[in-house]
């Protein structure tokens, strides 16, 4: 890595901000501070305030109390439009796309710079500039519901980069990506900040702090705990700053007995949105009490291999055989009656109904039938307990039962999707990238779910972009490359890099090696 | 025979249609901003009632329509701040100026009842254009109204798809937070199409008693503004089918007329235009769904900041 020179001057100072929703106080207090030419990241749990504290800077939310300077100049932001204004860019966690609009017209939006007329036509021709400079690849013709969330991820980059902001906030840009892709985006984010941008990296993952920030700032239940310079702090030393306490990621597994086939999949075929060819002849078994995880980079099929095995997506040719009885092009409703439960990729889109309270999305699956309801009214007593049990078991942060489930936090959202699937006793799992975005505590809680799940019996189809994850629950491993599934390995034999080529197209990652 | 029978019929479906493109083309503005505007019913009534008034008080009908748009925008105005700043539920507020137009226009249009209108729009064919055989009577002989109508399809589209402010408007009704998170001011961009709408169904008000029936009837509207509310969903949210689809219902109004001298039930042929709407919404919605084309996302959210 090149020696960065003397960090700059201080371009942000946030100063006891305090910001309270109903039920919270999302940020206590908060001091903050990013210098130009610094990565500086920001650490903390599920709703510990981080994206919350960002929203304040990029304008989003106006701050109950607390001051705002940018290079020493008292600021109110009270619109995105001022914090562009003051250079500053933000990568949303949740993509702030517009998804039936072209990516061109995606980054076009709100563009003051570009022509009034026919404002697309210079902008396709940078794109491909941004792209190429950076390494983000994107067509700008493509719709954004075309593209996986890792091409998504990307347009997001470009369109910070375009507006070509000194102050850039990516809030847990790398979730999506394969392990080549982050060493990409950390090599477009380490040029940024030589040009002498401020970069704010949001994070949970520790081994991401240590490989690219400067400067870490640590945030615990809305709270600052600290902010220390990298080089003077540890992975151990920071988990114990973010959670209070040690966290151990040792998760044992006993090898699984060959236990009866749960779901075949059967020279599988499938096309993607834009009807072209996504899954390509593809085959393999999960047996009860087996973790199947799926590794690839985003895009590859791992998408519609769920959608289809969920029936949310038609097969064209091939066999879905769950318990040795055909569920091809089923209907989801029928496919969920049979035991599969799904958690999907886009949580809040397909997970829950964010207007709707967690007791109410807690029973989304089994309100039709006793004791949820009795005839034709809903049993309360049974749904306000069966809340209350599971928020307590599943550790469900929330102000209370009938708050609307989208005032929850990333992570809680997620166990409250786990808490809705796993607790049916489902014969078959099917994760779609179950812990993305989520903080060291939940990741170990979720993970330790999935496994008792196994344990239990039900065979579980894991996918996930996130390599170390799979290695650390799954019992085999199927690499999807361009719709295939390149190869199925035991977990005990793999090695990452091994794994990692087979995910890339082995035959490309030779030709890296000798260039 | 037969021929002149079709040119003239042809001939006659575009003045028919002409109130509801106008109303239309304000509609896809409005919801196109994610803003769901159910009082255009009263808005083009009160432009009809407007329109006339002013007429008959300055003998000017330009200043006359200029009223009504005024009154259309007005109205417009008041849904847009019901709707976008109150957060007031968007299907309420416009039933609700539906009503207040019906109900107003009747109060102030008692005294025009049986009065015939001082002066009218000419027809204003254009020159050369008007000659051309067959096409020429069916298009190009009429009053400015529906010249200005149809020149408003390509450039509403145009604005729409090819320049900036139409991607504002396209993704503020898609997705608000989105636009917002960019800088685009969304409640600007909404009061401004509603506002548009407004107008446009004012102007449409103004078509029917000053140059279609030229009278002042009271309910003369006769549920125009709810085919608009069809028709819209039918043109995709896209001016240039809006133009085929306002077109389409002036033929069946014209039809309507033709048909009534050689007995056909009238009752029955009231019904027609409410039949062939549900015939052209069930074509739409087929066509929408294959192509993947919905309604706006945000069609009648309201937007806050700060709201999950
Ligand atoms: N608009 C809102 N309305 C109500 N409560 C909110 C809102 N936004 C955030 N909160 C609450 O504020 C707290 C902090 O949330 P925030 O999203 O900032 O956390 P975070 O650190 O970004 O977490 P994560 O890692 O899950 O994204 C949470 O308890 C959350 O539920
Ligand atoms: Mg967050």
């Given at each position: 890595m090149p020696e960065r020179g003397e960090r700059g001057e201080v371009v942000v100072s946030m100063r006891g901000i305090v910001k309270r929703f109903p039920g919270v106080v999302a940020n206590d207090q908060v001091d903050f501070e990013v210098r130009a030419g610094e990565i500086h990241a920001l650490l903390g749990e599920n709703g510990a305030g981080k994206t919350t504290l960002m929203n304040i800077l990029y304008g989003l939310y106006s701050p109950d109390e607390g001051e705002i300077y940018i290079r020493d100049k008292r600021v109110t932001i009270s619109s995105p439009r001022d914090a562009i204004e003051l250079g500053i860019g933000m990568v949303h966690q949740h993509f702030m796309l517009v998804y039936p609009h072209t990516v061109a017209e995606n980054i076009v939006l709100g563009l003051s710079s570009a022509d009034f007329f026919f404002p697309l036509r210079e902008v396709r021709g940078k794109i491909t500039e941004f792209s190429e400079r950076y390494g983000l690849k994107v067509d700008p013709e493509a719709k954004i519901w075309q593209l996986s969330a890792g091409e998504q991820q990307r347009v997001e980059i470009i369109k910070a980069l375009y507006r070509g902001a000194d102050v850039l906030i990516l809030d847990e840009p790398t979730s999506m990506l394969a392990p080549g892709e982050i060493e990409e985006l950390f090599t477009t984010l380490r040029r940024m900040a030589e040009e002498?941008?401020?970069?704010?990296?949001?994070?949970?993952?520790?081994?991401?702090?240590?490989?690219?920030?400067?400067?870490?700032?640590?945030?615990?239940?809305?709270?600052?705990?600290?902010?220390?310079?990298?080089?003077?702090?540890?992975?151990?030393?920071?988990?114990?700053?973010?959670?209070?306490?040690?966290?151990?990621?040792?998760?044992?597994?006993?090898?699984?007995?060959?236990?009866?086939?749960?779901?075949?999949?059967?020279?599988?075929?499938?096309?993607?949105?834009?009807?072209?060819?996504?899954?390509?002849?593809?085959?393999?078994?999960?047996?009860?009490?087996?973790?199947l995880g799926v590794?690839?980079?985003?895009?590859?099929?791992?998408?519609?291999?769920?959608?289809?095995?969920?029936?949310?997506?038609?097969?064209?040719?091939?066999?879905?055989?769950?318990?040795g009885e055909n569920i091809t092009n089923c209907s989801p409703g029928e496919i969920i009656g049979r035991g599969v439960a799904h958690i999907p990729e886009e949580r809040i889109r397909m997970g829950l109904v964010p207007g709707m309270s967690v007791a109410e999305n807690l029973i989304l699956k089994a309100y039709r039938r006793s004791p949820c309801s009795q005839r034709l009214f809903l049993n309360h007593t049974f749904i306000d307990q069966h809340a209350e049990r599971l928020i307590s078991e599943y550790e469900i942060a929330t102000p209370s039962k009938d708050a609307p489930a989208k005032l929850l936090s990333g992570g809680n959202i997620q166990k409250l999707i786990l808490a809705r699937e796993t607790s049916e006793e489902p014969v078959l799992i099917v994760a779609a990238h179950p812990t993305y975005g989520l903080d060291v505590g939940a990741t170990e809680r979720i993970r330790q779910l999935l496994l008792e799940q196994s344990k239990r019996g039900a065979a579980i189809l894991l996918v996930s972009e996130d390599l170390e994850e799979i290695m650390t629950i799954s019992d085999r491993i199927a690499v999807m490359f361009e719709g295939r599934v390149v190869g199925i390995v035991d977990t005990a034999g793999a090695e990452v890099e091994e794994i990692g080529s087979m995910m890339v197209g082995a035959g490309k990652e030779q030709e890296r090696g000798r260039s | 025979m037969i021929l002149e029978f079709i040119v003239a019929a042809l001939k006659a479906a575009i003045p028919a249609g002409t109130p509801l493109l106008f109303g239309t083309l304000g509609e896809i503005y409005a919801e196109r901003s994610g803003v769901l505007n159910l009082g255009v019913e009263g808005m083009m009534i009160m432009g009809a009632v407007t329109g006339f008034g002013v007429t008959l008080a300055t003998g000017n009908v330009w200043l006359g329509i200029t009223f009504a748009a005024m009154a259309g925008g007005l109205l417009g105005l008041v849904h847009a701040f019901l709707s976008i700043t109150l957060r007031a539920n968007q299907v309420v507020s416009g039933l609700a100026l539906t009503m207040f137009g019906l109900g107003m226009s009747g109060m102030l249009g008692k005294r025009y009842i049986g009065t015939p209108p001082p002066c009218r729009l000419r027809v204003a064919p254009i020159p050369l254009l008007r000659d051309i055989p067959f096409l020429g009577p069916i298009l190009f002989q009429h009053d400015p109204l529906v010249y200005l109508s149809v020149l408003l399809v390509p450039l509403l589209w145009f604005v729409l798809f090819k320049t900036r402010a139409g991607i504002s408007i396209r993704s503020v009704g898609e997705a608000p937070a989105t636009a917002d998170a960019l800088g685009v001011n969304v409640f600007l961009v909404r009061y401004l199409c509603v506002f548009l709408g407004g107008v446009l169904a004012g102007l449409g008000g103004a078509y029917l008693s000053l140059v279609y029936v030229p009278a002042w009837i009271e309910g003369m509207t006769a549920g125009a503004g709810w085919i608009v509310i069809a028709l819209t969903i039918f043109a995709m949210w896209s001016p240039g089918r809006a133009l085929i689809g306002a077109y389409l219902f002036g033929a069946v109004k014209v039809l309507q007329y033709r048909l009534q001298p050689l007995g056909v039930s009238p009752n029955l042929?009231?019904?027609?235009?409410?039949?062939?709407?549900?015939?052209?919404?069930?074509?739409?919605?087929?066509?929408?769904?294959?192509?993947?084309?919905?309604?706006?996302?945000?069609?009648?959210?309201?937007?806050?900041?700060?709201?999950?």
């Open positions: 002498g941008r401020a970069i704010v990296f949001i994070t949970h993952k520790l081994d991401e702090v240590m490989a690219i920030s400067d400067c870490v700032t640590v945030l615990r239940r809305g709270k600052a705990v600290a902010t220390v310079e990298k080089s003077r702090t540890n992975k151990q030393h920071l988990t114990r700053m973010m959670v209070g306490r040690e966290v151990l990621f040792r998760l044992r597994r006993k090898p699984v007995e060959e236990g009866q086939i749960v779901l075949e999949v059967k020279g599988l075929h499938a096309l993607n949105d834009k009807g072209l060819p996504a899954l390509k002849d593809l085959s393999f078994i999960v047996r009860e009490g087996e973790i590794a690839g980079v985003a895009g590859n099929g791992q998408r519609e291999l769920v959608e289809v095995i969920t029936g949310l997506r038609q097969a064209t040719e091939g066999q879905v055989v769950l318990l | 042929l009231n019904m027609l235009p409410f039949i062939f709407t549900i015939i052209v919404l069930l074509a739409g919605t087929g066509e929408v769904i294959r192509k993947r084309i919905g309604a706006p996302s945000a069609l009648s959210i309201p937007y806050a900041r700060e709201e999950k």
